[in-house]
């Protein structure tokens, strides 16, 4: 069974997550040449919102889980 | 090629047969410049004043149509040479550094874990030792998780490194390509039962793992 606070993404442009992975890696991971010419990206402040969105969408999930497990044991379930 | 266009570089690999799609960034024919074992990927391309994210995504889907088959090093986006003799003179300078690091690498890929403690973590302080302790017993929470993903990935793993970043702890781990499913495995199987989130990814090329 999948944890509850593990979520595996692998890389898949249709997925949002994976979007803003890829973009990450893609502007931030890799070989810098000196010399070469730097052109500016288009959105990239966004990116970087993204990705915390991402991780406060975890600690949410996280939250409303472990909120939802605790009523179960108040019900006694 | 008009005065005005560039080389966009997108990865350099060892030299073999295997098959690259055939246009890039901004349907720009894809072409490679080989020396000795290595090869790189690049394309003539007329720069726009600015990149956007449909860019930024050909970029990627041209880089992991070449992962699929072997490993690669790749270039950053968005990286521009000025002619094909810039581009010689950078691949004469790296060649022994990028021919070992293919060489070390082939067959590894990077998976990643984004740790990040849970909000109440975060809550203001009300004073200098309050914030101390609450940084205390982040770091701590965010070191005990990654340590968890270790004990329980054990053998997989052939390297691991760790970044602190603004979010929590970002861990890079180097993997045979063939124990990528295992790894997604344990990690769907580890309860890490403490105040941390994890977000798995991967696998990526083993950015992380190059000498430069």
Known sequence: ?77 | MSCAAKLLAYCVVQNSEDHAPSVGVRGAPLQSMQMETLRCIYSPLIPPQEFNQDDALRFHAVLNSVFDQQSIIPFRFPTLLQNETALQEHLREKLGVYSADLHRLSDMVQMELRIAANQEYAAPASSGIEYLQSKQQHSRALQTASRRARDVLGDLVAEWKERDTVNGLRCYALVERSKVTSFRQKMQATNFSGPCAVLSSGPWPATEFLHE
């Open chain 1, 1 to 77: 069974m999948a944890s509850p606070n593990v979520i595996s993404i692998g890389g898949e442009p249709g997925d949002e997550l994976s979007l803003l992975d890829i973009l990450d890696h893609v502007l931030n991971s890799g070989v810098v040449i000196q010399g070469s010419i730097v052109i500016s990206l288009g959105g990239v402040d966004l990116v970087y919102v993204g990705l915390n969105v991402v991780l406060t969408s975890v600690e949410t999930a996280l939250r409303v889980i472990n909120a939802g497990e605790q009523k179960a044991l108040d019900r006694g379930e």
